[in-house]
């Protein structure tokens, strides 16, 4: 199974932009790239994914390597409610997903 | 609609107990896996299943079982418990297998065995 690569933790001032790193070298061409964010005694909850073109919705954008070997997600202007794990997940075609042990943001106003 | 829904809460057992956890979704989901997190850790995929009466080992498979006899359930059961499956169990679900479908979760089973 493919596997990710995240820092263990970053921080940030409020309403500023985030850069989320990811590093996925054994990605397959089928492998999704899906990003989630989990808060203290919650379920992870879906943020983003994306196959091989840069992708945006509401919640964030999400930037992917030409060569799919890393990504990036991308909170345009993080508030104190974005203060969460966050992990960069591979899902398989056949639905598997590995995650790793995820970034921990910390947002400071 | 109530999403992914997991019962107990919460639960205590002694080692050598079995018991089973629920999980249920009612957005007609085919795909629904079992995941456990373990302290500062990220989620470990336990078992999964594509579809009703189809189940797959994920990572983490040793001392579970699974059954998929509804498209709506989901149980994941302990055997026998031991102190190494104390965790927080975790039950997602998505509209089919495939990659670029977002997964659901519930909202966690805090298990301890002692």
């Known amino acids: 199974d493919a596997k990710t690569t995240q820092p263990n933790s970053m921080e940030s001032n409020e309403e500023e932009p985030v850069h989320l790193p990811c590093n996925h070298s054994t990605i397959s061409g089928t492998d999704y790239i899906h990003w989630y964010r989990q808060l203290p005694s919650q379920g992870p909850e879906y943020v983003i994914h994306g196959l091989t073109s840069n992708v945006n919705n509401r919640m964030a954008s999400l930037a992917i390597a030409e060569d799919r070997k890393s990504s990036t997600l991308i909170l345009h202007r993080a508030t104190l409610r974005d203060a969460a794990v966050y992990y960069c997940?591979?899902?398989?075609?056949?639905?598997?997903?590995?995650f790793g042990d995820g970034t921990t943001l910390t947002v400071k106003p | 609609n109530a999403g992914v829904t997991q019962t107990p809460k919460f639960q205590v057992l002694k080692t050598g107990q079995s018991m089973t956890l629920q999980c249920a979704q009612d957005m007609n989901h085919e795909y629904m896996s079992w995941y456990r997190q373990d302290p500062g850790m990220g989620l470990r995929l336990i078992h999964y299943s594509v579809g009703a009466g189809i189940t797959d080992q994920g990572e983490v498979p040793n001392g579970y079982n699974v059954s998929r006899s509804t498209t709506e359930d989901f149980p994941l059961r302990l055997l026998s418990a031991a102190p190494s499956q104390t965790s927080v169990y975790f039950c997602?679900?998505?509209?089919?297998?495939?990659?670029?479908?977002?997964?659901?979760f519930g909202p966690g089973t805090r298990l301890t065995v002692l």
């Open positions: 997602a679900s998505s509209r089919a297998a495939g990659g670029p479908r977002e997964q659901f």
């Open positions: 997940i591979l899902r398989e075609v056949a639905g598997k997903s590995t």
